[in-house]
């Protein structure tokens, strides 16, 4: 089945830029696999290489969140480039913000990690979603983040009248991903655990299946 829209944040905005590109699931997992890939320190090289190997053929859209009014922003179509990628995955602290036609960029998954309401904002009302994520791998930090995203974080409650036609599937691994340190370094081990994970989780779940609207206004924070 082939999506009329695809959105992406954090790293997903990576992934959904090669899928809206063409991109196969083999030949996402072979990218992943390669030791460049993954390496944060050759971030736009990576990207450089998903955008020429890729052009969209489906409407995409990415979201950044603006650093100084920590708001969320949604750019989409032919208006996306390599810094507007680059931006989403900046992990404060770890990658550093964007700046974008006068604005600082960074982190599109921030305020929220799975962005629904980008999608339900462009139209969408058939969705499926991928939380990559459910999970912060560091326990130190879990707490603040959480506690950070239910003060901050971007949860706009859904357009008048959409609640009876909307349905949407999240897919979502039951377990953790691994620590800090295995979600920021390359190793090939965990890239294959995680492509399991993401395939079992992907076998488990039934088309189309309606959720309440509240599966929107929290990220699926286990």
């Not at 909307?166 to 294959?192: H, P, Q």
Request: with cysteine; glycine share 8%.
């Amino acid at each position: 089945m082939q999506p009329d829209l695809i959105v992406g944040a954090s790293v997903g905005s990576l992934n959904g830029y090669a899928i809206a590109g063409g991109a196969t699931p083999q030949e996402l997992a072979e990218f992943w696999l390669q030791p460049a890939s993954a390496n944060f320190s050759k971030l736009p090289e990576t990207i450089n290489a998903l955008m020429q190997r890729y052009a969209l053929q489906t409407d995409y859209a990415v979201i950044l969140t603006d650093l100084l009014r920590l708001r969320p922003r949604i750019f989409s179509g032919a208006e996306i480039t390599g810094r507007h990628l680059a931006a989403s995955c900046a992990i404060p602290g770890v990658l550093r913000p964007h700046k974008i036609d006068g604005r600082w960029y960074f982190d599109g998954g921030l305020l929220n990690p799975l962005p629904v309401w980008a999608a339900v904002e462009l139209g969408a009302t058939h969705i499926v979603a991928l939380h990559a994520l459910p999970q912060i791998p560091s326990i130190l930090l879990r707490p603040f983040v959480t506690a950070f995203r239910r003060v901050a974080g971007h949860h706009p409650p859904l357009p008048p009248g959409i609640e009876k036609s909307l349905e949407l599937t999240v897919i979502s691994t039951c377990d953790a991903i691994g620590s800090m340190r295995d979600a920021l370094r390359w190793k090939r081990e965990n890239i294959e655990r995680w492509l399991h994970m993401g395939y079992s989780a992907a076998q488990n779940i039934s088309l189309p299946k309606c959720y309440e609207k509240d599966c929107l206004r929290e990220p699926l924070e286990r």
